[in-house]
């Protein structure tokens, strides 16, 4: 719990008179900043196991895009509840946020691309059975995009929260649903089996989505229909970048999770997200 004290706009103009202009540098505890942004907590999560000196760049990107997983998944679950409520322009407005969010996520990984084979295996083994493919924060981003998958969630049912989050997420609309349902009350002709579809199940392609989407072009949802692209878009250049890092630090050897890590890495990567946005290009 934080116990900063707030100050007003009248406040912030005091102190800086009293201070002659200069920072305030005296607390009676820890400073403000560090009990908001809890800077010491940071600090004592960054927990290496080896004295490789790679180490600590490979845990800080993965930590920091672990936050960034959790940042989406609150933004995209806004996003849902603004498009049930009719408000297209507000939710247009936070998936567009998310593409900004997507810009850092993607930087992130900048700090592993010197990364070689020589170096990862400095530490490689000591991650035991450790693996990405175990985020549930990163799990739940795929299920709100629409990529849902029941056997994904089993990893997860020693963490009873996660697992909860995810069963939840698996049987509930995805991101996509929520605006194809928004589209349909609009009046497009979205066919109701994809309306009444089995969320717990990928989403599948549907021609008449493709035909609501060439609709939508022109209109007053456009905005929302690009910022979804964008969306799509920055997620499939996170994908590929994965697969740069795994493919330059560790070439084709099997994943540290027990799949092939490479090859299951390209499959996931051709999943695609909002599907009928992009073939619906071919038809305008």
Avoid: C
């Avoid at 490979?58 to 408000?87: H, I, S």
């Avoid at 194809?180 to 994809?194: D, K, S, T």
């Amino acid at each position: 719990m934080t116990t900063i004290r707030q100050l007003s706009e009248q406040d912030r103009n005091a102190r800086a008179v009293a201070n002659e202009g200069l920072p305030t540098l005296t607390f009676d505890e820890a400073t403000p900043y560090d009990d908001y942004v809890g800077t010491m907590t940071l600090r004592r999560l960054q927990r290496t196991i080896t004295d490789a000196p790679e180490e600590l760049a490979f845990l800080v990107t993965t930590q920091v895009m672990e936050l960034y997983f959790g940042l989406l998944r609150t933004e995209w679950q806004l996003a849902q509840k603004q498009l049930d409520d009719d408000d297209d322009a507000a939710a247009t407005a936070t998936i567009k946020r998310t593409v900004r969010h997507f810009d850092a996520l993607n930087a992130a990984w900048a700090s592993l691309s010197w990364l070689t084979p020589a170096q990862f295996n400095k530490f490689r083994d000591a991650l035991g059975e450790a693996s990405g493919f175990q985020s549930a924060l990163y799990r739940h981003v795929e299920f709100l995009l629409g990529n849902k998958s029941e056997p994904l969630i089993r990893p997860h049912r020693r963490n009873p929260e996660a697992y909860r989050e995810l069963t939840e997420a698996l049987a509930q609309p995805s991101l996509y649903d929520s605006v194809l349902a928004l589209l349909a009350r609009r009046g497009h002709a979205v066919p109701q089996e994809v309306l009444e579809r089995d969320y717990t199940a990928e989403y599948e392609p549907h021609p008449d989505v493709e035909k609501v989407w060439v609709e939508v072009y022109g209109g007053p949802l456009e905005p929302l229909a690009e910022a979804l692209t964008d969306l799509a878009e920055r997620f499939s250049d996170w994908r590929y970048r994965h697969v740069m890092a795994v493919r330059r630090s560790m070439g084709a050897k099997p994943g540290s999770g027990g799949s092939n890590g490479l090859n299951w890495l390209e499959r996931s990567m051709r999943r695609q997200v909002f599907p009928e946005l992009w073939t619906a290009r071919t038809l305008m």
